[in-house]
């Protein structure tokens, strides 16, 4: 069943004019500092530092608020990497993802479809997994996927991979970068199409979008190695969501949303005949969602990728069209729709 938080605190009523006004003034000087410093800070994870790509978080987090033309809403999918949802829910170290859990909807019975990475980012834009069962670098996949879903439709899309070296990189890895967490670089009939392989591009990109108002309709972000919690600590992807996810959210649109997710957990708990990934944070953000939500129903990134199509007014791909996998539907206030 749903339970809805019950809003916001009423600020303090004893605030005289005067006070009130330079308060908000020392606010609109301190805050976007320290959210930008927060953005910036150093890693403690597992033998990698966070240090050399900040810069790119931070430049989104300081970009003005970008508007949708036209009231225009846009669907954001930003994929984490290998925790438990017990590891983040509830945790001192992740206050961001916490406060943002609070405050939209939450999945709490979200399962990863498998292990180990690649399968699940296919199962979220495919609605297969096409037998791969490896974090493979040299297989290809010849398979329908939402990019030709989405072209078909005549909607905008790109892959914001943080990061790749240039667009279309489609190399193994390079630095933080790994392709296993890019899975537009595994279909052919992307990987293999000078102009929609350039929409696979470095985060940096989103930077300019976002103070633009150009967001697609569709985005799929994945962090590096270290941000999205693979090689560092739940604390270091916290802090790098802190600077980026603000300036998403004010971008959405009327209707649009973002699905915060991660791709596996480090169980093999799973649900809806199928999935054996973990049991995952999957969190629904934007102006449809309900407020403080809890929906306790199974789903797995087959229902994740249900929930997006169905937004954007495309038919369900593969596992997706089983409604065993679930769905995201009752998280929101409206059914989703951005077209």
């Known amino acids: 069943m749903i339970r809805e938080g019950a809003g916001a605190t009423a600020p303090d009523p004893g605030w005289q004019a005067v006070g009130m006004l330079r308060v908000r003034l020392l606010m609109a000087l301190v805050v976007p500092l320290g959210l930008v410093l927060a953005a910036c800070g150093t890693s403690h994870g597992a033998g990698t530092s966070a240090g050399t790509s900040t810069a790119a978080v931070a430049s989104v987090q300081v970009a003005p608020p970008a508007t949708a033309a036209g009231g225009r809403s846009h669907v954001v999918t930003l994929l984490m990497e290998n925790e438990e949802a017990d590891a983040i829910l509830g945790r001192p170290d992740?206050?961001?993802?916490?406060?943002?859990?609070?405050?939209?909807?939450v999945a709490t019975r979200s399962y990863g479809v498998t292990h180990p990475s690649l399968p699940n980012y296919l199962a979220l834009t495919s609605g297969a997994t096409h037998g791969i069962t490896t974090d493979c670098t040299d297989c290809h996949i010849g398979a329908r996927n939402i990019v030709d879903q989405l072209?078909?439709?005549?909607?905008?899309w790109k892959a914001y991979m943080e990061g790749l070296p240039q667009p279309c990189f489609l190399g193994g890895g390079a630095g933080r970068y790994a392709?296993?967490?890019d899975p537009f670089a595994y279909y052919d009939d992307v990987a293999s199409d000078a102009a929609r392989c350039r929409r696979i591009v470095p985060l940096t990109q989103l930077t300019t979008d976002l103070r633009r108002g150009t967001l697609p309709t569709y985005s799929f972000i994945s962090p590096d190695l270290c941000h999205d919690m693979h090689d560092c600590d739940v604390a270091t992807g916290d802090r790098f969501l802190a600077g980026l996810v603000p300036s998403l959210l004010r971008a959405l649109g009327p209707h649009g949303f973002l699905?915060?997710?991660?791709?596996?957990?480090?169980s093999d708990a799973g649900c809806c005949g199928g999935a054996a990934g973990g049991l995952i944070l999957t969190l629904v953000a934007g102006p449809d969602a309900r407020r403080g939500a809890r929906w306790a129903a199974p789903v797995d990134h087959y229902g994740v990728l249900a929930t997006t199509e169905d937004a954007l007014g495309l038919p369900r791909l593969g596992a997706?069209?089983?409604a065993r996998n679930g769905s995201l539907r009752a998280l929101f206030s409206r059914a989703p729709h951005v077209r």
């Open 94 to 105: 992740a206050p961001y993802i916490n406060r943002l859990a609070s405050r939209y909807a």
């Open 179 to 181: 392709k296993k967490h």
């Open 320 to 322: 997706a069209a089983d």
């Open 151 to 156: 072209d078909a439709a005549g909607l905008s």
């Open 259 to 266: 699905v915060l997710t991660w791709d596996e957990g480090s």
